[in-house]
């Protein structure tokens, strides 16, 4: 048995309800982010930048603003990093309370 599978049949009725809320753009961006702050932890934040740079240049510019509300932008990304060397215990605070924009990583520090 795959893993999705046994994911399906391992979960009870309320803890499937809970795949609803993929459905919701909110959490899916909340979730996104915070999935690109699980890469950063781990130490792939470099990574993240570059990938996000050429993306954007190989993708239509209509996708690029919706790229860039979903996930870290590789600006956001620098900011992070930078705040990060400083002060690592934010990674806890973000994960808490995800950054939406460079504004909310500027102030929350």
Sequence with gaps: MCIRDRYYT??????LLGLSALSSEGF????????????????YGAGLIAY????YRNIPDSSIKRKKR???SPEELHVILEVLNE????IDV???????GIDEIRNSI
């Excluded at 391992?10 to 803890?15: F, L, M, T, V, Y």
């Excluded at 899916?28 to 130490?43: M, N, P, T, V, W």
């Excluded at 002060?87 to 934010?90: F, G, L, N």
Aim: proline share 5%.
């Design 10 to 15: 391992e979960k009870n009725r309320c803890q």
């Design 28 to 43: 899916s961006i909340e979730f996104e982010r915070k999935a690109d702050l699980e890469a950063i932890s781990h130490g």
């Design 52 to 55: 996000r740079k050429w993306l």
């Design 70 to 72: 979903w996930y870290f």
């Design 87 to 90: 002060k690592p215990e934010m």
């Design 94 to 100: 973000w994960r808490k309370k995800v950054p939406k």
